[in-house]
């Protein structure tokens, strides 16, 4: 039972967390190179540009939802099995989504490190 | 890639890795939280273990945030994944859980994966038809912040 409800938290943190990076990659790319842009106009810049960007708060949003998904996980599941679970079947997910939403090239060495690491999730399961 | 934003990437690991231990450390001190008692999780912060774990994962978000400015999703993950396996360690070796032979072998797969990933290229150059389209509305949707 609290296998069963550690695994669907681990389901939940997928698809919140997957969301996320991509809206907050996006956001973070339109907004530019952070570490440039505090030397140029300083940090109330930065934190301006990036709480203006509207994919912001949205990705803020379905990171809130996958950071109280891991809090149930955590109370249910060891910690060993619920964060390397979701968090590796979230890079897999995330390779997708980023190379379809993000058009990143996910080139044939990211492909086997993305299996690699999904056999690595699956053994763990075990 | 400078010295700087290795450190940013390394912060990612490290701060991970820690805030995740620390809340483990505070949800097993807080108890089994069910979905009838949805109050148990919103106290939960209120856990000194659970509050420190989250400013270092607020830290973590910084220095996310950061590398996810000037580097791929894709090339700032295993640097992410590389915590997981980091966190497995900690919670065997502090928190006392017990791990498998196989599980053992599944951290040894995924470190393998993140270290694969990590020898490739770092940067996709497939950003151009991206790029060459943001910026421009970028300094449109900016332009007015002086």
Redesign the interface.
């Known amino acids: 039972m609290n296998d069963l409800h550690a695994w669907a938290a681990i389901g939940l943190i997928i698809l919140a967390s997957t969301t996320g990076?991509?809206l907050?990659?996006y956001s973070?790319?339109?907004?530019?190179?952070?570490?440039e842009l505090w030397k140029r106009r300083g940090l109330l810049?930065v934190l301006?540009?990036?709480l203006?960007t509207p994919t912001f708060p949205l990705g803020l949003m379905a990171m809130g939802v996958a950071?109280?998904s891991?809090?149930?996980g955590?109370?249910?599941g060891?910690?060993?099995?619920v964060?390397?679970a979701s968090?590796?079947l979230t890079?897999v997910a995330?390779?997708v989504a980023?190379?379809i939403f993000?058009?990143?090239?996910?080139?044939r060495?990211?492909w086997?490190?993305?299996?690699?690491?999904a056999?690595?999730?699956?053994?763990?399961a075990? | 890639m400078t010295f700087?934003?290795y450190l940013v990437l390394v912060g990612i690991t490290v701060f991970s890795t820690a805030g995740?231990?620390l809340?483990?450390r505070g949800?097993?001190e807080?108890?089994?939280?069910s979905l009838h008692h949805i109050s148990g999780?919103l106290l939960?912060v209120l856990n000194p273990w659970v509050a420190t774990g989250i400013l270092f994962?607020l830290t973590f978000f910084a220095c996310?945030?950061?590398a996810?400015?000037?580097a791929?999703?894709?090339y700032?993950?295993?640097a992410?994944?590389l915590?997981?396996?980091l966190?497995?360690l900690?919670?065997?070796f502090r928190?006392h859980?017990v791990?498998?032979p196989?599980?053992w072998?599944?951290?040894?797969?995924?470190?393998?994966?993140?270290g694969?990933?990590a020898?490739?290229?770092s940067l996709?150059?497939?950003?151009d038809?991206?790029?060459s389209a943001?910026?421009s509305?970028?300094a449109v949707s900016?332009g007015l912040?002086s």
């Open positions: 990076d991509v907050l990659s973070m790319k339109r907004v530019g190179d952070v570490e810049a301006g540009r990036v203006t950071f109280y891991l809090l149930f955590l109370s249910w060891n910690l060993s099995l964060v390397p968090a590796s890079f995330n390779a980023a190379r993000l058009h990143e090239r996910v080139g060495r990211r086997i490190a993305a299996l690699l690491v056999a690595g999730v699956v053994l763990m075990l | 700087r934003k995740d231990s809340l483990a949800m097993k807080a108890g089994g939280v999780l939960a994962l996310y945030m950061s996810l400015s000037w791929d999703l894709t700032v993950l295993p992410t994944s915590a997981y396996v966190v497995a900690v919670g065997h928190l859980e791990i498998s196989t599980r072998l599944g951290i040894t797969l995924i470190a393998a994966g993140v694969f990933v020898g490739g290229p996709t150059p497939t950003h038809h991206t790029n943001e910026p509305r970028d900016h912040e």
